[in-house]
């Protein structure tokens, strides 16, 4: 049997193409195709082992090894027989199983209505063909450009029913409205806390989450989410977190200041980023807020909230500055003793050429600092700086001279000294040298410097910029690294100081010494997959360290091991801090599996104890966290567990887009 192949083209009157190896055209002008038949229309191609068409109706049915396939990759159609009217749009599948958008889906039978899809006794699933571990099997689903809406649901995992849903509503696409994936959990103070969020795919540049926080005995409530994109993502963020708190207090209480417990509790974030201009807002309402409400253990120990505006304005020569800060002590029970900047305003002139090898920089600042109980004042600050690098010895060293002038005025606290001057010199010369022997280079890099100011003012203290103190010492500061080849192996920190006044102070302690500590940082990478890292302040004359921060990461595939021990002392040799870390992470898999442990030596006992373990399926993930948390004030642990799990990976939440 020769091949024959028939075209059939209505072009500019119908646009219909048909291909096959057999056609013939019935009296009644209907067109039927056999074997390899190929159908193109408009945005769809049709492939089938028979072909019925009617041109004047545009009506097609398709029967044997039907596939449909639309031009934009959106639907992909499979089955045993179909019918299409190409005018309205409209058709079903018999035995279909197919693709539409990321969704895959099987059923008995699907009806097609222009852009909505009917699908009857069916499974629908987001996991790729080869990998369906988790599928929704249901009595009726709709499809839509935006959602799939689904009746009678039987969810699935591993074809194991665990979930009846009597409806299921899903978006489709990236940025569609719907149920995010929740978190259901358990503490010490309550038995259940779940919490739901609920995304609003607003426009292309602005969208928003609620999420509800519900919990058996603690506080319930909601947050509010906006963000919005102007320029780029999500240049303006708004949150809003409220709780109603039960009365009396419960046992979460038992250790706290009675004044600070709060009915209505509230968290106010916002931040907005214009470029030169940014400003940002985070209050709460009391000081155990983020220790209530935090599923996260970092978020829940934030020392300090901030709200601020700040404006910058680089031109040539100059930049201007603006910033106000309120800062929110958690720590405190009232903030009333906290440091305001509201505002500081500052003027950089720009470091130029004044007359040979002299160049002048300047820096003048006003600043109002406030709180309401201790010491406040305003504060006007200029710092011109005289500086002039030169040769010698083939070196370039590089001198300083600022006059350092401050005034201060609306001061509420009597003894201070209102009005200081003072020069501040210093001279530095830096120093690069690199050695290579064979295929090992050291590369080294050392700054020797000495810095004066003549003495001590006694003016009030709000920021380093107050900190005029009596200074005469030598500085000096090596930094150096090791390699093989182009594997870098080995990196060095040291610094340290001689003070000719005799005397340091450190953590408010003064002692007698000309030596200051030496810092070194020491971090070794020998091996693929090994790091040792070090940083300690060693007091030379006392002959003990002041600080220890130690660790060791080990990894080997997919497995790590990080082990960390951090110590302070005072001159005193008082243990300040001792504590010991671990963490641990494996995989196998799909599975994650994690261990965090922090302990306090000096107390002994574990501040936190956490293990976790998610799991990645083909379209879907489940997350267990279980946590102790030591608390201090009630002398006791409060534990955790929490659950997280993702269907059909629905969590896909992009940022707004620019406009």
């Not at 830096?430 to 080294?444: E, R």
């Not at 090791?482 to 060095?492: A, P, S, T």
């Amino acid at each position: 049997m020769f091949f024959v192949l028939f075209l059939l083209c209505f072009g500019l009157t119908f646009g219909v193409e048909v291909f096959s190896k057999y056609m013939e055209r019935e009296p009644d002008g209907t067109l039927v195709a056999k074997e390899e038949v190929e159908v193109y229309y408009e945005n769809y191609y049709i492939r089938a082992d028979k072909v019925i068409y009617n041109p004047q109706t545009k009506e097609v049915i398709a029967e044997g090894n039907v596939y449909v396939k639309s031009t934009d990759g959106r639907l992909e159609v499979k089955g045993s027989y179909a019918y299409i009217d190409l005018n309205k749009k409209v058709g079903y599948f018999l035995n279909a199983e197919g693709r539409f958008q990321r969704f895959y889906f099987k059923a008995e039978k699907a009806e097609m209505e222009g852009e909505i899809y009917i699908v009857e006794d069916g499974e629908i699933t987001t996991c790729p063909p080869d990998r369906k571990e988790m599928v929704l099997c249901f009595s009726k689903a709709r499809i839509d450009q935006r959602y799939v809406i689904s009746e009678n649901n039987s969810l699935r995992l591993f074809r194991v029913p665990f979930a009846y849903l009597p409806i299921f509503a899903y978006p489709v696409g990236e940025r569609r409205s719907g149920l995010l994936p929740p978190t259901v959990g358990s503490n010490t103070y309550n038995t259940f806390i779940y919490q739901q969020p609920i995304y609003w795919a607003i426009s292309k540049d602005k969208d928003a989450t609620l999420t509800i926080d519900l919990r058996d005995k603690q506080a319930k409530g909601f947050s509010i989410e906006y963000r919005q994109a102007f320029f780029k993502e999500d240049d303006l963020q708004v949150k809003v977190s409220y709780y109603k708190e039960p009365t009396p207090p419960g046992k979460w209480w038992e250790g706290r200041d009675p004044t600070t417990f709060r009915e209505n509790r509230y968290r106010i974030q916002m931040s907005l980023d214009l470029g030169s201009f940014k400003a940002g807002v985070d209050t709460i309402s009391d000081p155990y807020f983020l220790e209530d409400t935090s599923l996260r253990a970092r978020e829940r120990t934030v020392p300090y909230l901030t709200t601020y505006a700040t404006y910058k304005k680089d031109f040539e020569r100059f930049l201007i500055t603006f910033e106000a800060k309120h800062f929110y002590d958690t720590t405190s029970l009232n903030n009333k003793r906290t440091l305001q900047k509201l505002p500081e305003v500052a003027f950089y002139w720009k470091s130029q050429q004044l007359w040979g090898p002299i160049f002048f920089s300047l820096f003048s600042s006003y600043t109002n600092f406030y709180r309401e109980e201790g010491l406040r004042g305003q504060r006007f600050t200029l710092f011109p700086e005289l500086s002039i690098p030169k040769n010698l010895f083939g070196r370039v060293f590089y001198s300083s001279l600022v006059f350092e002038n401050l005034y201060y005025f609306g001061l509420n606290q009597q003894g201070y000294r209102q009005t200081v001057s003072s020069l501040y010199f210093s001279e530095s010369v830096p120093l690069v040298f690199d050695l290579q022997a064979g295929n090992i280079k050291f590369k080294n890099f050392l700054k020797v410097g000495y810095s004066f100011r003549e003495k001590d003012f006694n003016n009030p203290r709000f920021d380093n910029r107050d900190q005029l103190n009596k200074t005469s010492q030598i500085d000096a500061l090596w930094t150096g690294s090791m390699g093989y080849k182009d594997r870098e192996f080995l990196n060095l920190y040291v610094s340290s100081a001689y003070n000719y006044l005799g005397k340091y102070t450190y953590e408010g302690i003064t002692a007698d010494r000309k030596l200051l500590p030496i810092r070194a940082i020491v971090s070794l990478k020998p091996f693929e997959g090994v790091s040792l890292t070090t940083d300690s302040l060693y007091d030379v004359e006392g002959g003990f360290p002041l600080r220890t921060s130690n660790s060791l990461s080990l990894g080997y595939k997919n497995t790590s091991l990080t082990l960390g021990y951090q110590t302070a002392r005072n001159l005193l040799k008082q243990r300040i801090t001792d504590q010991t870390s671990l963490s641990f992470g494996t995989s196998y898999g799909s599975a994650v599996f994690g261990l965090f442990l922090t302990r306090d030596n000096r107390i002994g006992k574990d501040l936190v104890r956490q293990a976790s373990l998610d799991y990645r399926g083909a379209c879907w993930s489940l997350g267990l966290l279980a946590r102790d948390n030591y608390s201090g004030a009630i002398g006791r642990y409060i534990k955790e567990l929490y659950l997280t799990f993702n269907l059909f990976d629905l969590q896909r939440l992009t940022a707004p887009l620019k406009r």
